[in-house]
Structures are given as C-alpha cells and as structure tokens.
C-alpha cells in the first residue's frame, strides 16, 4: 500500500488572478428594456388603432351586458358595449360602447342606434337569432357630415336598409291603412319592392316611403299611379262576384301596387318625381283627372235618413261628385226644417260631354257656368235622394232630368249654385200609400161588408136547395145512364144474338153481290141471253193420253 503524497506547501499555491468581466451586468438588463420596448409599440398600436368611444341612451337596457353585447353595422361587428350605467336623473340608460376605428366614419349626427331583439309582427318576424346569441346593437348611418359621440337610441328599428340599386319614393296619402314596414309593392301582381318607413306628417297626413329594386325602378315614370292593394276587393256585378287580391302577404300585413295612370295625369316634358299620391284604390287612382271642384247646395223639404257625407252624386247614372255636408236648416217663415246638402261637383268625370261643353265656352268662368246650369234646370233638371241599396237604406243624389216637376226659381248669382230639388222615390211611394190609405178609409166598408153578408146568406140558402133538391135528382139521372150504357154494352157483345144475327146477313148479302156480278158478265158476254136465255154448257174435254208406243 502506498503512502498518501504531502499536501503542498504555502509558497507552492498559484495566485489567483481577479478578472473584471463588466459586460454581464449589461446583458442581464437588455431583457426588461426588450419588453419595455415591446409594451410601449404595442400600447402605441394599441392607440393608433383604438376606435371612438361613444354614449348611447335607451329607455330601457333590457339584454344588454358590459363585454358581451355587441355593436353591428350590417350584421358586421363594428365594437363592443364596455359599460352600462344609469343616467343622472335615473330616467334612461347610458351605455358605452368602444367602436373599432373603422367605424369612426359612420359615427354622424343622424346615426341611429337600436337593441335588436326577437320581433313579430303581422307581416314579418326579425331578431329570431338573438334568442341563441342575445340581443345585440343595431347601427345605421345617417347623411349629415357633423360627427358626433352621444347618441338617443331608438326603442324600435328604424326604416328597413336596402340596396344601392333601387329608387326611394316618398308616397303622400290621408290614411296609411294596414300597412306595415316591410310590406311587398307590386307591379302587375309581381313583387318588385319594399316599403321601408312610413311617418305621420304635422298636418296629420301619412307620408309612406317605399323602394322599388334595379331594373323595376324603370317602371315609375311620371303618369305612374299607386294605390293600396292590401286586404280582398271583392265586387259583385253584372258578370257575378269578382275577388282580386295581390297575394296572400297583401293580405295579411299590406301592400302596394303601382301602374301607368292616364297619360293626361301630368304633362308630357315633366321628369319623374320623387313624389306620388297614394290612393285608396285600383279605381281611384285610375280615374282620368278631376281638375278643380265646384261647389252646389241643395235645399230639401224631407228627411234624408240615410244619407252620409261621401254619398256619390250621380249625373244621368254617371259619377261627378260626393256629399261634403249635410246640414239641418230653418226657415223662420213656415218654421220648417229642410235638410241642407252641399256637394263637390267635378265637370271633367263627363268626359267628352264636358270636352263639348268646354268647346262651346259652357266651362269657363263661374257666370258661365251658372248661366248654363240656369238652362238645364229650366229643362227640368232636379236632384233628387235615390235608394242605393235596399239591403242597407244607403241613398245617393241623383241630377236628372224630370220634365213633369213643377217650374222650379233659379238665381244664378248665389254662391254656392243652388240647384231645386224633387222628393225622393220612397217619399213618394209613402205619399202613394198614404193617398190610397185615404181612399181606402172613405169607402163605405160597413155597407159593403152588409151586403156581402146578404149575399153569402143568400148563396148559403142557394146551396142548401141544390143539396137538398137538385144533387139527388142528378144520382137518379146517372144512375138511369149508367144501366142505358151496360145494356149497349150487352148488346154489342159478339157473342150476343144481334152480333150473329147481323153476320150472317152480311155474309149472305156478299154471296148476293158475288152472284149478281157473275150474272153481268155472263150477259156482257151473251148479249142474247136476256132473248133466248142461257145457253147449255158442254161439259170440258178430257185431254187423250199419248202412249210411249205411239209413234210420231
């Protein structure tokens, strides 16, 4: 075993040697200045990409929560809601939302906000998708250039948005009726837009606006009519009942329908509008143009029951107007109170009678035209209450010509044109039935139901004698009759005596007439047999039988 060697000594040791490396310390701190660095770019990013932050009120923020609920512009996500907090005086919720910078652009004046929620209504459902995703932010630009961060929500969605290939029409109308946004606009029965908004204007008329797609917008010129086609129109006249419907969407939550009115509704060189009347119906809008009104009044000494403001006003059986007003009146003279009816007139509804009249100068000026109302009247003109339906009393006015009404005072310079009127058919039915009730009251009815009960006592007593006296004398009568009928009948039985005797004697007197005519033809052969008598008859020959033997 060997033996361990001997630590070194002291003078033997090597000297350490110190180095000073002062690059490590640097090395250590270039981490945290990377990630310094890092943090400040992306904060910078972060901020140069940051979109506008903007405060939108609601009445309610049902379904809305911070982080989650999100802002859409064309279903496209545009930012997120980062807080919702009530107002300063607790009536609306404020939330913020932070937007995305592109949508920076979008953020105008007139940007609309709404909560998209599930929506059903008659004519159309919406939102169905946020029942599984939650409501979320509707976004929709507005035109103004004045930018802007706080906005007023609305509590339900506004216009529909459509295409940029279309025309947007504004409708005027005094109703809007049943429909609704979205409902269909027709064309010839096919579908070619939408309406989009429909607003109540200060004047309380409606103003519907609706969007015709690209190519159909080539359809609206300036003679184009529109008209309500939502609900039946159901017409029962001389060729039956008549049901029209655009389709069944028309029905449920509205339509409109357009087509090319009269080519006399505007002038030829005018563009086309961006405005249109809407009217109540196919018939209306395609009615040739009215022109101006003209105003009559008409005095009538009856009551009218029945008769209501737009009854029609017929010339001759054809439209010219409605009723506007009826009135009740006094007379202070006779204390009476007529019944006072104002009506619109339209001359132009005469169609080419008004295009002769007006080129006669009969439709110029209003002395004009009372002068030649003066000269119809004079010719018997009248109006006159008519039944419109028995089924529901309805009556209308009727302008005709009645040649027997008595002469009637017209003053051609009151305004409005008073026109002298007649009673009505059903007026003078009751005056009929009253007259003959009169009649019928003179009669002498006790002395006529007197001798009506002298006569039936005296027909009584007429019959009682036939029964008694007459029927049985006619049983006898009969009775003789029918025993004279069954003896005939014995007697021409063919098996009765009378019947063999009678052929025998006919059959003896052919054997008669067979014998005579024999003997005139015996005697037109032998004249000489009246002188000399009949001559014998030899009896015939038998012809001779030829043996076979006998020879030729």
């Not at 979109?51 to 609920?69: A, C, D, Y």
């Not at 103003?207 to 309500?228: A, E, I, L, N, S």
């Not at 009538?300 to 010339?315: H, N, S, T």
């Not at 009637?408 to 003078?428: C, K, M, Y």
Request: aromatic residues 6%.
């Amino acid at each position: 075993m060997s033996a361990a060697p001997a630590p070194p000594t002291e003078e033997e040791l090597p000297t350490p040697v110190v180095q000073n490396r002062r690059w490590i310390p640097r090395l250590v701190w270039v981490v945290p200045i990377a990630a310094a660095v890092i943090g400040i770019s992306l904060l910078i990013r972060n901020w140069q990409n940051a979109g506008p932050r903007i405060t939108i009120s609601f009445l309610s923020g049902e379904g809305v929560q911070v982080g989650k609920t999100l802002v859409k512009y064309r279903d496209v996500t545009v930012g997120r809601v980062s807080d919702v907090v009530l107002s300063a005086d607790h009536q609306t919720v404020v939330v913020s939302a932070d937007l995305s910078k592109d949508a920076a652009s979008l953020l105008k004046a007139d940007t609309q906000f709404w909560i998209v929620r599930p929506r059903v209504g008659v004519g159309s459902v919406s939102g169905l998708n946020t029942l599984l995703s939650g409501v979320y932010i509707g976004m929709k630009t507005g035109a103004g250039t004045v930018r802007a961060r706080e906005f007023a929500g609305l509590e339900h969605p506004p216009a529909l948005s459509h295409g940029p290939l279309g025309r947007e029409l504004q409708l005027h109308a005094a109703r809007a009726g049943s429909l609704a946004i979205g409902a269909p606009v027709y064309f010839r029965q096919f579908q070619v837009g939408r309406v989009i908004d429909e607003n109540l204007l200060p004047d309380g008329s409606t103003r519907v606006t609706v969007f015709v797609d690209t190519p159909y917008d080539g359809f609206v010129k300036p003679v184009t009519r529109f008209w309500d086609a939502s609900g039946i129109d159901v017409r029962l006249g001389a060729d039956g009942l008549n049901v029209q419907t655009e389709s069944l969407a028309a029905v449920l939550a509205g339509g409109l329908a357009f087509d090319d009115g009269p080519a006399e509704a505007v002038p030829a060189t005018a563009g086309i509008p961006g405005e249109f009347t809407l009217y109540k119906n196919e018939t209306e809008a395609m009615a040739h143009p009215d022109g101006d009104p003209h105003f009559v009044r008409m005095r009538f000494a009856q009551a009218l029951r029945g008769l209501e403001v737009g009854a029609p006003v017929e010339f001759v059986g054809v439209n010219i107007g409605s009723v506007v007003a009826v009135d009740l009146g006094y007379e202070g003279q006779d204390r009476t109170f007529p019944v006072i009816v104002t009506a619109k007139l339209y001359p132009r509804r005469m169609g080419q009678a008004y295009e002769a009249l007006a080129a006669q100068g009969k439709t110029g000026s209003e002395e004009t035209i009372a002068a030649f109302v003066g000269t119809l009247v004079n010719r018997g003109l009248r109006a006159q209450p008519r039944s419109g339906s028995l089924l529901t009393g309805k009556l209308y006015i009727a302008l005709d010509f009645l040649p027997a009404s008595p002469r009637a005072a017209f003053d051609a310079s009151i305004r409005p044109l008073e026109l002298p009127t007649v009673n009505g058919t059903f007026q003078e039915m009751e005056a009929n039935i009253g007259r003959m009730v009169k009649k019928m009251n003179d009669l002498p009815l006790e002395q006529i139901a007197a001798d009506l009960h002298t006569d039936l006592t005296d027909l009584h007593e007429t019959l009682s004698e036939l029964h008694t006296r007459v029927l049985p004398n006619a049983v006898d009568t009969l009775s003789a009759l029918h025993r004279s009928l069954d003896s005939a009948d014995r007697t021409l039985d063919v098996e009765s005596p009378l019947q063999r005797g009678l052929t025998e004697t006919l059959s003896e007197t052919r054997s008669t007439l067979q014998a005579v005519r024999e003997l005139a033809d015996y005697v037109d052969r032998h004249p000489d047999a009246l002188l000399r008598g009949r001559r014998p008859q030899n009896p015939p020959q038998r012809p001779a039988v030829l043996s076979s033997d006998a020879q030729p």
